[in-house]
T-cell receptor, first 109, second 115 residues
Framework: KQEVTQIPAALSVPEGENLVLNCSFT??????LQWFRQDPGKGLTSLLL?????REQTSGRLNASLDKSSGRSTLYIAASQPGDSATYLC????????FGAGTRLFVKA | GAVVSQHPSWVICKSGTSVKIECRSL??????MFWYRQFPKQSLMLMAT?????????EQGVEKDKFLINHASLTLSTLTVTSAHPEDSSFYIC???????????FGEGSRLTVL
C-alpha cells in the first residue's frame, strides 16, 4: 500500500528566501508525481507533474525533482513571496493517486 | 490542461437529508473518476474509484450505502451523501482520468455543511 509523507508539516520563512519541500513515497511503481497548491477553503491547483521517466520539471520559480529509486521528490521554490503562502501537496500517481498530508507554508513580508 | 467541473461548489443541508454532488469532465471522456474527502487541515483521502458503466470500488472504511457513486456516462460521475449527518461535513473533490492517460485532472471541490 502506497504511503506518501511530506516534510516539514509547516514552514515559515521570510520573503525572498529559497526553500525546499520534501515528499517521500514507499512504492516506486508510480505513473507520475504531482505537486499541488491549495489555498484555505479552496480546491487544488496543479503546479508541476513529473512523469515516471522524468527527473525534474520547472515552471517559473518552481522546480520539482523526482528520484524513483529512493522514493523521493522535492519542490524547490526560489525567491519566495507572500503570495506563495499556501498548503503544498504532493501526490503519487498510480492506479490510485495517493496524497501526502501537505506542507503549510507561510512567507512573511 | 483538461477541465473537470464540480457542482455545487458549496451546499448546506439539514441532518437526515441526501445531497448529490456532480463531477463532469468538460473536454475529455473520463473512463475513471475518483472521489476524495478532505477534513479541515487534513489531506485528501481517497473514498472510491469509479469506472464508467461499472460499480464503484470503495476504500476500506467508506460506507458504500452512505456514499452512493454513479458513473453512468463518460463525462459524469455523481456522489450522493445519503442521510447526511454533521460528521459528513467536509470538502469533497473529484478527479478524472481518460483512457490511456495517466494524468489526473481535479474538480474545484464541493464543500458540504450538514446542520
Amino acid at each position: 500500500k502506497q504511503e506518501v509523507t511530506q516534510i516539514p508539516a509547516a514552514l515559515s520563512v521570510p520573503e525572498g528566501e529559497n526553500l525546499v519541500l520534501n515528499c517521500s513515497f514507499t512504492d516506486s511503481a508510480i505513473y507520475n508525481l504531482q505537486w499541488f497548491r491549495q489555498d484555505p477553503g479552496k480546491g487544488l491547483t496543479s503546479l508541476l507533474l513529473i512523469q515516471s521517466s522524468q527527473r525534474e520539471q520547472t515552471s517559473g520559480r518552481l522546480n520539482a525533482s523526482l528520484d524513483k529509486s529512493s522514493g523521493r521528490s522535492t519542490l524547490y521554490i526560489a525567491a519566495s513571496q507572500p503570495g506563495d503562502s499556501a498548503t503544498y501537496l504532493c501526490a503519487s500517481g498510480g492506479f490510485k493517486t495517493i496524497f501526502g498530508a501537505g506542507t503549510r507554508l507561510f512567507v512573511k513580508a | 490542461g483538461a477541465v473537470v467541473s464540480q457542482h455545487p461548489s458549496w451546499v448546506i443541508c439539514k441532518s437526515g437529508t441526501s445531497v448529490k454532488i456532480e463531477c463532469r469532465s468538460l473536454d475529455f471522456q473520463a473512463t475513471t473518476m475518483f472521489w476524495y474527502r478532505q477534513f479541515p487541515k487534513q489531506s485528501l483521502m481517497l473514498m472510491a474509484t469509479s469506472n464508467e458503466g461499472s460499480k464503484a470500488t470503495y476504500e476500506q472504511g467508506v460506507e458504500k450505502d452512505k456514499f452512493l457513486i454513479n458513473h453512468a456516462s463518460l463525462t459524469l460521475s455523481t456522489l450522493t451523501v445519503t442521510s447526511a449527518h454533521p460528521e459528513d461535513s467536509s470538502f469533497y473533490i473529484c478527479s478524472a482520468r481518460g483512457s490511456g492517460v495517466r494524468e489526473l485532472f481535479f474538480g474545484e471541490g464541493s464543500r458540504l455543511t450538514v446542520l
